[in-house]
């Protein structure tokens, strides 16, 4: 019964999910994250990385820019993240700093998450979920290669 709240992780990797689909219209890689404080989103955003012609616009990035706008403060320390693809080491090292108190992901990523570079960049702190709605997730990223690919040919 629980997985049917609102407040549920499943039900906020959803609205993940949507925003890695507003990436995947864009030409984006489909990436989306949502931040959640006491229930609430009060951060959503997608990869924009070829639209700001800028590296760094992961969505993870985006989303913790944003809802530490949202909060006025540096820590999402009452806060969790919700992002369709595990973090890659740079954004693991901003949710560090940013003293995330949770981060629940889709889809692993065998080749650039935080895993297989440096596992224990996330704040000790953290607590980690992964494999959410994972399935989900890895579906986006193989439409989006599979188009890519299909274009290039």
């Known amino acids: 019964m629980s997985d049917l709240s609102i407040h549920s992780d499943e039900h906020f990797m959803k609205q993940a999910l949507r925003e890695a689909e507003k990436a995947l219209e864009d030409g984006e890689i489909p990436v989306g994250a949502v931040v959640v404080c006491q229930n609430r989103i009060i951060a959503r955003a997608f990869n924009q990385v070829e639209r700001l012609n800028d590296v760094t616009a992961h969505a993870e990035m985006l989303a913790i820019t944003s809802a530490q706008n949202y909060l006025g403060s540096r820590y999402l320390d009452e806060c969790s993240l919700y992002v369709t693809l595990e973090p890659c080491t740079m954004c693991g090292g901003a949710l560090y700093w940013a003293q995330i108190a949770k981060v629940v992901y889709g889809a692993s990523d065998e080749k650039r998450g935080y895993q297989?570079?440096?596992?224990?960049?996330?704040?000790?702190?953290?607590?980690i979920k992964r494999g959410l709605l994972?399935?989900?997730s890895e579906i986006l990223l193989k439409t989006f290669f599979s188009k890519l690919r299909g274009n290039n040919s």
């Open 116 to 127: 297989q570079a440096n596992p224990k960049i996330m704040h000790p702190k953290s607590e």
């Open 134 to 136: 994972a399935n989900e």
